[in-house]
């Protein structure tokens, strides 16, 4: 019995193990979906990580500063009927396209000015960052006076009390 | 659910449970469920794999990996899941631990091969690609238990038990996130798991100290009058060794009478064509007499030496530095330092804190200032130094490997009962 009920584990296993080789794809393994979306929670990023996610937003804001539909915005990936609907699109785009473009040209415009705002806001802010930086180094190398100066003036006030006590210990014996 | 039993039920009624659970729960966890049988039944010895995308170059968190394994040699069969080419030889020359009897098992991502890249770094994978760690995934599905001590929370794990070791939360969640979908997770620092906390949103489960076995075999080597920065040249000079140089200078300069006869020594790894270090070497020729050295690549058993040789031991890494990826994790350098009665002075952030304790056995710093000021102290006052080193050697006891060893034994001999009792040990199974 105890036989048997080993070699079912391992007949099992060894099936399993075939048809675990055959699957590529971890979602198929596990019966359900493995990736959720994350939410880019910025209020706690570093500086180290607000630069790389200012410098990918302002990237990702400029690919996508034209609004404005064009030709080779309308496109199928349908082998037979995809011409046709191209085609009916295309003549719907060109029909449309001067309300169309009314209206977005303003809005591209917008998109234009902003992008260019946030850009000199970075450069700004790099500005700022250096000063800081350069202000950093002073105070540092103040406080490092400040510490040497410290540790003379300690010095100063030891040997002064030294001074004192060599100056006591000559006194002269008190006359009769 | 429970493994099955050796009583209940007939081989058609575990046909059946296993066709269940592929059914309702996909196949790895059927297949789980056998693995775990087979264990409960005592068929075989259970089995581990860890894997680390850095295994084939010497790292602090690969050594703590592989000592990890080393200590659980005896209780199970052991696969040592690398990138790249790796072998037991290299583990033995790099931390002088002897693996023999663990297999190495190389499973190369096509990814990174097509890119020839040595350094396989997570996070250069965009977003929108096809996530090249799903092979390791898969393999992670072949043991009882797959340990993950990469640092790399994109292998999702599939094995009945899974380990993730944090040495840091590099990334925070975005696309292939899985660190929450590990069974335990452990950290090497109480600073570690605060930023697990933070920036993941879960809590860690063990905390494991990194083993440190710097000591030195004999007390027989004199000390001398020597500072000791021990630390990676990195390129972007995140260890602040430019820093520390300036500060010697400094003390030269403004307190000659106090500094006579010290020297500073900067000892650390660098990979060729550093620009970081030759900036530092350009500087120490700028300033001839001042008894400032590099030593770069050192043999261990030169640095050995160093360590047993040296007074004091600064450490900056962190300073000035706002994002925490840029400070020390933990710091194993300054506990080899006080494990060889160096008086440490350390930056008062990252991991560092929780090893020195201030005015006790070291000195925190948060300023090239503050360095000055608790280090004029110290070399006016040999008394002090002794005191200070002999405390800082005694608490270094806590780092030691055989510490370390145990801590792992107690945490994965629990694990291991738990798997055998049929307890539930993680969410899919």
């Not at chain 2, 075999?217 to 140089?245: H, N, W, Y």
């Not at chain 2, 009665?341 to 201030?358: A, F």
């Amino acid at each position: 019995m105890e036989e048997d009920r080993v070699r079912e584990i391992q007949r099992l296993k060894e099936e399993l193990e075939k048809k675990r080789g055959e699957v590529e794809d971890i979602r198929v393994l596990v019966n359900q979906q493995i990736d959720r979306p994350f939410l880019a929670e910025v209020k706690e990023y570093s500086e180290k990580e607000l630069e790389t996610y200012i410098r990918e937003q302002i990237s990702t804001v400029e690919n996508c500063v034209d609004p404005r539909p064009d030709k080779q915005s309308v496109a199928s990936h349908r082998k037979i009927i995809g011409r046709p609907i191209v085609f009916f699109k295309r003549l719907l785009l060109k029909m449309t396209g001067f309300h169309v473009h009314l209206l977005l040209d303003k809005q591209t415009q917008f998109n234009r000015e902003s992008a260019a705002l946030n850009q000199a806001l970075v450069i700004r802010l790099g500005q700022i960052k250096e000063r800081m930086r350069q202000i950093q180094v002073k105070i540092s190398t103040c406080e490092e006076g400040l510490v040497v100066l410290e540790k003379k003036l300690e010095e100063l006030s030891s040997s002064q009390e030294r001074d004192k006590g060599d100056i006591a210990d000559r006194k002269p014996p008190a006359q009769d | 659910m429970p493994p099955m039993s050796k009583e209940n039920g007939s081989k058609k009624d575990l046909a059946g449970e296993i066709s269940a659970i592929s059914a309702q729960l996909g196949l790895q966890a059927a297949y789980n469920r056998l693995l775990r049988a087979e264990v409960a039944f005592k068929l075989r010895k259970p089995s581990l794999a860890i894997y680390d995308h850095a295994f084939h170059f010497i790292g602090g968190a690969q050594k703590y990996g592989l000592t990890l394994i080393a200590a659980l040699r005896d209780r199970f069969d052991i696969t040592i899941l690398a990138n790249k080419e790796v072998s037991h030889q290299d583990f033995l020359s790099w931390y002088n631990l002897d693996l023999a009897g663990c297999r190495v098992k190389v499973i190369k991502l096509p990814y990174f091969e097509e890119r020839r890249a040595f350094h396989l770094d997570p996070a250069l994978i965009p977003g929108e690609a096809e996530n090249p760690f799903h092979i390791i995934s898969k393999e992670s599905g072949r043991y009882d238990i797959f340990v993950n001590n990469s640092m790399n929370e994109m292998v999702y794990p599939l094995s009945n038990i899974s380990v993730l070791i944090c040495h840091f939360p590099e990334r925070r969640p975005r696309s292939y996130f899985y660190a929450d979908r590990y069974s335990y997770l452990i950290y090497n620092s109480r600073y570690t798991a605060l930023w697990v906390e933070k920036k993941w949103k879960i809590l860690p489960h063990q905390h494991i100290y990194p083993p440190v076995d710097m000591e030195a075999a004999d007390g027989g080597v004199p000390k001398r009058k020597a500072i000791l920065s021990v630390a990676r040249f990195e390129p972007e000079g995140t260890k602040r060794q430019l820093e520390m140089i300036e500060v010697f200078l400094r003390l030269n300069q403004k307190w000659p009478g106090l500094v006579k006869g010290w020297s500073f020594i900067l000892a650390g790894g660098s990979g060729p064509d550093n620009p970081y270090l030759a900036k530092l070497e350009k500087i120490i020729r700028g300033h001839p007499g001042q008894n400032i050295e590099l030593k770069v690549n050192l043999p261990v058993e030169e640095l050995k030496l160093l360590y047993q040789q040296s007074t004091l031991f600064w450490h900056l890494c962190g300073l000035d530095h706002e994002d925490p990826s840029e400070t020390e994790h933990f710091g194993m350098t300054t506990v080899e330092a006080m494990q060889n009665r160096l008086v440490p002075l350390v930056y008062d952030g990252g991991g560092l804190p929780e090893i020195v304790d201030h005015g006790m056995n070291g000195f925190r710093v948060s300023s090239k200032a503050e360095l000055l000021k608790y280090t004029m102290t110290l070399l006016g006052d040999q008394a002090l130094i002794e005191r200070l080193g002999a405390s800082a050697q005694k608490k270094a006891q806590i780092y030691t490997r055989a510490k370390f060893e145990a801590r792992v034994r107690d945490f994965f001999d629990d694990v291991l009962k738990t798997y055998v009792s049929g307890r539930e040990t993680r969410p899919f199974e």
